[in-house]
């Protein structure tokens, strides 16, 4: 088992955004941290990623909504129960709304218990006259701007499992213990139109799913799919040696698969065809996302459904576009049209997210909602023009109460982002705001 796995990947392949460790891939602190890795249990199980991969087929089809979202990066101070309940709840509350106005099942993915590290443009910052490695997330340094905590240390990839673990355990509990009833997900629902300044314009919204939930209850109906759901969890596959060191093989099939995350994805800045991460995708049989930015080809796009995707496997692969809301009306249409005319089926999810990030000037990094929304607008504006399926959303998300990106009903300025700006990496939609995009997009959903 652990020869086919030493051979599974293809050696000296270039991986982009990989750390500087200390002593290199071959020295002792990475050499004794994989080792570890190795030998720990898995955090998902393959049956479960072939669930998910089976209800990726089934959203590709037009037949569900995928709804992802969670943390740019996560911290391990900030993976506190309080922390991962508030964003499975906006999950939770996002997907109630989006599955009762497109009478379609929501697949529920958290951006979260693996999403510890992040791609960065230059390997270095420099403040002053100090320059130090740049933060690429707590799986490789941290955030505070000294040598010592700048410099990668590979155990913090034992970490990274230690806190996804106990991360999986919560969301397990949450999900499957009583905390996601559907009918305690409309009451938080009920309380944020109650409490929030557009809350009016959803009300009658909100009333439709009361009121279909009540009939419901008065016709007896009380099934077990009202008090728990399905959440998968998903990061990007960026750091390798800590995919290749959770990459197992299954016993049922004998395939290998990478057992830190039921969905991983590849980004934009590590898709090079002849690169180590496509090589790892392609390798294993989890579902597969790969992230397509504004100067994506349909020669792209159909190459990458040839590497990552040769038997056309429902659900395998999905494409998160992640182009700008000036954008996307533009360059999203010859992709769709081009992959559909081939005879592929994947999955087409938006990112409005990545595309639409700005310098306010206060120098935050920062968003605008009504770009989030008009990106998410111009996705499903080309979907409805090639009589295809808007897939889904991938949104980065926080359940709590931050000031990280602009608009949304609370009508946050440049001027409140100092208030509470507390992402370790990019802009987050606060709580309300997903909640006002989930009822936005439903609307969207109703009218498709």
């Not at 769709?336 to 005879?343: A, H, M």
Request: charged content about 25%; hydrophobic content about 40%; overall charge negative.
């Amino acid at each position: 088992m652990t020869s086919s796995l030493d051979n599974l990947f293809t050696p000296d392949l270039v991986a982009a955004q990989q750390p500087q460790w200390p002593g290199g891939l071959d020295g002792e602190p990475v050499t004794k941290a994989v080792n570890t890795l190795k030998a720990l249990p898995p955090l998902v199980f393959a049956g479960e990623c072939d669930n998910l991969k089976a209800k990726i087929a089934e959203a590709a089809e037009g037949k569900a909504f995928w709804l992802q979202g969670g943390d740019c990066a996560e911290t391990f101070a900030a993976a506190t129960a309080d922390s991962i309940r508030n964003r499975i709840k906006t999950i939770l509350q996002m997907a109630a709304v989006l599955q009762y106005y497109s009478s379609l099942p929501v697949v529920k993915v958290g951006r979260m218990a693996g999403q510890f590290a992040k791609p960065r443009s230059n390997d270095n910052e420099t403040r002053g006259d100090i320059t130090l490695p740049a933060y690429r997330g707590d799986a490789v340094n941290d955030l505070e701007f000294n040598l010592e905590s700048r410099t990668p240390d590979p155990d913090r990839l034992v970490r990274v499992y230690n806190t996804s673990s106990a991360t999986l355990n919560l969301v397990r509990a949450f999900t499957q213990g009583g905390f996601a009833d559907l009918r305690q997900v409309h009451e938080w629902n009920k309380g944020f139109i109650r409490d929030s300044s557009v809350g009016e314009r959803y009300e009658a919204m909100a009333k439709e799913i009361g009121r279909a939930l009540a009939f419901m209850t008065s016709a007896g109906v009380n099934p077990d799919e009202f008090k728990t759901v399905d959440f998968f969890s998903s990061h990007e596959a960026l750091i390798l040696e800590y995919e290749k060191a959770l990459t197992r093989i299954d016993s049922r099939t004998d395939l290998p698969y990478d057992v830190s995350a039921h969905f991983l994805w590849i980004g934009e800045r590590t898709r090079q065809l002849d690169g180590a991460h496509i090589d790892f995708a392609a390798k294993i049989r989890n579902p597969i996302g790969v992230k397509l930015g504004p100067k994506s080809t349909v020669e792209d796009a159909l190459t990458l459904i040839d590497r990552l995707d040769p038997d056309r496997e429902p659900g395998r692969l999905t494409f998160i576009t992640r182009m700008g809301a000036g954008k996307i009306r533009e360059v999203l249409p010859a992709l769709v049209d081009g992959v559909t005319k081939s005879g592929a089926k994947v999955l087409w999810v938006c990112d409005p997210m990545h595309g639409n990030t700005y310098e306010a000037p206060s120098g935050y990094k920062t968003r605008k909602f009504d770009d989030v929304l008009d990106e998410v607008k111009g996705f499903f504006e080309v979907h409805k023009s090639l009589g295809t399926h808007p897939g889904g959303i991938h949104i980065e998300l926080t359940g709590d109460d931050v000031t990280e990106c602009v608009g949304g009903g609370e009508q946050i300025s440049h001027e409140d982002l100092a208030s509470r700006y507390e992402t370790a990496c990019d802009p987050r939609l606060n709580h309300s705001q997903s909640l006002e995009l989930a009822f936005l997009v439903a609307e969207m959903l109703r009218d498709r």
